[in-house]
Every structure is written in C-alpha cells, then in structure tokens.
C-alpha cells in the first residue's frame, strides 16, 4: 500500500476544486539544483509542494523512461528517485567528464543528455548514457549554442531543448544539429531550467514558475508559482491518487441523558475513488472505555455516487467522576483496487459529564 505526502493531498485538493480529476492526476515533478528537493507542481495551477528531500546536490536534470522511472544525473552518478518518498536508488556509474544540464529518454528508451562544455562560452554537447553499463557516448556539439539547459522528446520524437540565451530549439538526435524555433524569441536562465511533455503534446518548462511553451513559436505562458525554486529538472508523471472520504456530523453527536440507554446514531458519508475502483470501506468505532468497539464492512451500503448511511448503537452512559464524558471516535477507512488507501477521516459522539459545555 502507498501513502501520500501532505503536498500531494494538498495539491489534489486544488485539482478537485477545479473539476480535473477522472483518473491519476498527471502532475509535474521537479528537482531544485543545491539543495536536491523534489517538488510536485500542478500543471493546472503552478503550484507545488515539498515531496522530499533526495539527499543529492548539484542535481541539473531529470528524466523518466517507459516504464515511468525517473532518472537523475549528479557527480559521475546515475540514479533513480522514487516520486512518492523522493528517496533515491543508484544505478552506474556514468562519468560525463563535465556536469550533465539535461536528460531525456528517447520513445526507443535510449537516454539522452547534454553536457556542457569544458570552459564557459563552450558548446553544449549531444550525448548518450547506457543505462545498464554507464557508457557515454558523444553524438556532437551543438554548433553556436552554449547555453542548453533543458532536454524532452515531443510524443512524435522531435528533440526539443531550452537554450538560455536562445529560447526554444531542435536538436537532430542523429547529429546534434540544433534549430531554433523562434529567433525573435529568446531564452533565460531565470525563467526555464527544465521542460517536459504531457501526455497530449502540452510542453512545460519551470525554474521558480511553471510555464507553457507554444511548440511552434517559442512562446511562453505563465501557468502560476509558489512552493518551489530553483527547479532544474521536470516530467510529467501519473500521480496515483488514493480515494477521498468526506463525513457529515453524527445525528446526535451528542447523546443526554446519560441513563444507559443505547441510542441510535446516523453516519452519512461519501466515499469517492480517484485513481481504478474502490475494493473496502470500513467504518470503525473506538469507544473510550474499550466496551463498545467495533469494525464493519461498509462497502455495500455505497450506492452509485459514492453516498452512504449507516446507523451504529451506542450507550449514553459514562462514568460519574469522568469529568470531560465519555468520547466515540467514529472513523472510516477506504481502499481502491490499485492498492491506494484513504486517508481516514473522524468524527467524534460525546456522552457529556453535564450540559454546562
């Protein structure tokens, strides 16, 4: 089972808002440069949160393969990170002589990456990492540009780049021969350090905002900040999302007189799978004096929005010297077939000592 980061349920939250959920959430991760932090940004609002931190520095680019691993490159190193825990695995060693600015796997899964040159106003230079043995193999310099921060292949396999100084560029994977795309267009290193794909041909690029970038002309359009600086390197990534329970309050949330009598009290939710198909909702009772606990199935009291109501038997008793009542916690619990759990949601049934409050 996976769980979530507070960023992540936060940033669904927003996505919810706005009515763009069917399935995962496609969201943009990034990685700053000094500190290695990993960030999910909304590709909706331009807003992101901390996921973690990957406990790498000078980490300039990030990529994801078809089996959507992502890939980063620092210090001679490869390694993977994990997008939930941003915790990361090393994989070979791939010395690149100078520092790799830009990854991205080509749709045949090969890895591309520049490399700057070796003295500042060099040209970048094309080349290619073996993910397997770490073999670096050079395609070419990149003739009159020196300042490509940025590498992702368009889902019909053109090489887009992002020049600093120039903008938005082609590179000829074959022989690192690079077009721009707009020459009345240029480029800057506080604007773009990372760009990506999404999955419908949509191209972003982010440093301390998040941007769209018009394939054909170069143009820029601010999609929103806030939560991240400094990013290097972004994907667009399928977010698995776990099912969202909401609660209304218990009808009585109170119960009086405390005369032993066992009462009624309605629980009306709704439980919603984001990401497949919800497989258990459990509803359970914690009472405080360990007497009336339980767990049940709830699952088939969910009709076809989700809704439910249930009703639990509870005693409105408590003990004469407990000065602040006897208290129920009421929590429900949800899965989805993907392996997703809910974040579990409470509310509380009180037996009061008195009705003083």
């Known amino acids: 089972m996976r769980s979530y980061t507070v960023c992540q349920i936060i940033l669904l939250a927003l996505m919810l808002s706005r009515g763009a959920v069917a399935q995962a959430i496609e969201m943009v991760v990034g990685i700053d440069f000094i500190s290695g932090n990993l960030y999910l940004i909304s590709e909706t609002t331009g807003a992101g949160g901390l996921v973690g931190n990957t406990g790498r520095s ?75 043995t770490g073999m670096v193999s050079t395609i070419g310099t990149t003739t009159g540009f020196t300042g490509l921060q940025a590498l992702a292949f368009a889902p019909d396999g053109t090489l887009f ?102 009462v009624s009290v309605e629980i009306r939710g709704n439980v919603v799978a984001i990401d497949g198909e919800l497989d258990e909702v459990w509803l359970q009772v914690d009472d405080e004096y360990y007497e009336y606990d339980s767990l049940t199935e709830t699952t088939s009291l969910l009709d076809g929005n989700g809704d439910f109501s249930t009703t639990v038997w509870l005693p409105a008793s408590r003990n004469r010297s407990d000065k602040d009542g006897r208290t129920y916690v009421i929590t429900v619990y949800a899965s989805d077939d993907m392996g997703n759990d809910a974040e579990p949601v409470e509310v509380t049934v009180v037996v009061p000592h008195d009705q003083r409050g």
């Open 161 to 262: 780049a992002w020049d600093i100084r120039e903008g938005l560029v082609t590179i000829d994977p074959t022989t690192a021969a690079v077009t721009d795309v707009n020459a009345s267009v240029g480029g800057s290193a506080f604007t773009i350090q990372g760009i990506a794909f999404r999955s419908d041909g949509t191209l972003y690029g982010a440093r301390d905002s998040l941007y769209t970038i018009n394939t054909a002309t170069g143009v820029l359009t601010l999609v929103g900040s806030g939560g991240y600086s400094d990013v290097r390197g972004i994907e667009l990534i399928d977010v698995p999302v776990p099912p969202v329970i909401t609660l209304g309050t218990p009808s009585p949330g109170v119960l009086w007189p405390p005369n032993g009598k066992l």
């Open 58 to 132: 000078r980490t300039n680019s990030l990529a994801q393969d078809s089996a959507g691993t992502l890939y980063c490159h620092a210090s001679n190193t490869l390694f993977t990170i994990d997008p939930v825990t941003a915790s990361t695995t090393d994989v070979v060693t791939a010395s690149t002589g100078t520092e790799v600015s830009a990854l991205a796997f080509s749709p045949a899964n090969v890895l591309y990456a520049i490399r700057i040159g070796t003295s500042v106003g060099d040209d970048s230079i094309l080349i290619t990492i073996d993910t397997t």
